[in-house]
């Protein structure tokens, strides 16, 4: 925390300022640095200066904290140790008041502290550490091509219960209006129903896509086929199939560089989230929809 040091008013402009004007802390009880009992300090040169419960000052917080003020400032601050120090401790001690009592009549403090620890753990235990290089990039362009030249269909798609009654259906369309017809009356799937069985694009990935999807890419456009689905079954027409060649690696290795690091971030998350609800109980009332 950045503070303005001033020999005439205390510190000015901070929480730790705050602290010293609201308790006279100005004229406190002198703490003097290394003047903790031996037993409390981990490092002869780094000796603890104070405790707030369980949190620890030790010298060199001391210093790091004076390091953030301007040259000038920093000469004046060291003259006056005891009160700079006093004031560190007040600062933890409201801080973990504020804590403790769950910032009972601040929301929108609580919300702000809240968004600023979250982003630092991010960045922290996340996106620091998010690393591809250019073997990794390089090897997922040549394992993966359909992936890469983003091959993908479009079709129509009618639900129904039974695989006899996609059957009878499929005997009785001849187009694909009749077919968007057809799923506008009897599809349960209301969805797409309103669209006249119209899907959006089904990417081919790599590895990933499967079931019923997978077929979709061995159908001609026009081409209907029933699939049996844990809902009942699907009547299916191909509308839309393009298959790009592989492009060059050179155009596309930052985009496979950008998506394997999404792909990073998405696990360091889920490591991040797994230690940090260790121990910890968390209640939901709701149940997804």
């Known amino acids: 925390m950045r503070s303005t040091w ?48 369980r949190h620890e000052i030790h010298l060199s917080d001391v210093y790091k904290s004076i390091e953030s003020l301007s040259l000038g400032d920093q000469i004046d601050v060291r003259s006056d140790m005891d009160v ?3 004031a560190m401790v007040n600062e933890e001690v409201l801080f973990q008041w504020a804590f403790r009592n ?16 979250v982003r630092q753990l991010i960045e922290k235990y996340v996106r620091s550490k998010i690393n591809v290089d250019e073997g990794e990039v390089h090897a997922y362009y ?3 091509p359909t992936t890469i030249r983003m091959e993908h269909v479009i079709v129509r798609r009618i639900l129904l219960l039974e695989r006899g009654q996609c059957e009878q259906l499929m005997a009785r369309i ?9 799923a506008k009356v009897h599809s349960l799937d209301k969805e797409t129903a ?9 990417m081919r990935l790599d590895g990933v896509t499967q ?23 699907l009547l299916v027409r191909s509308v839309f199939f393009e298959r790009p060649p592989v492009p060059p690696f050179n155009e596309v290795k930052d985009r496979i560089k950008s998506f394997l690091a999404s792909r990073q971030e998405l696990q360091l998350i889920d490591q991040l989230f ?16």
């Open 211 to 233: 079931g019923p999807e997978l077929e979709f890419f061995d159908m001609k456009v026009g081409e209907m086929r029933v699939f049996d689905v844990p809902e009942g079954c």
């Open 274 to 289: 797994e230690e940090a609800t260790q121990n910890m109980q968390v209640e939901r009332f709701y149940s997804e929809q």
């Open 6 to 53: 001033d020999l005439a008013g205390g510190m000015r402009g901070s929480l730790r300022a705050i602290v010293l004007t609201a308790i006279g802390l100005a004229i406190a009880t002198p703490l003097l640095v290394g003047s903790a009992p031996a037993s409390e300090q981990q490092s002869p040169s780094d000796p603890l200066v104070a405790r707030v419960n």
């Open 174 to 182: 001849d187009s694909h209006d009749t077919f968007a017809e057809m």
């Open 84 to 86: 700079y120090i006093e």
């Open 102 to 117: 769950d910032f009972k009549g601040e929301p929108d403090l609580r919300q702000e502290i809240k968004d600023l620890v």
């Open 194 to 202: 309103s669209l006249g069985g119209l899907t959006g694009l089904t």
């Open 142 to 144: 040549e394992n993966n």
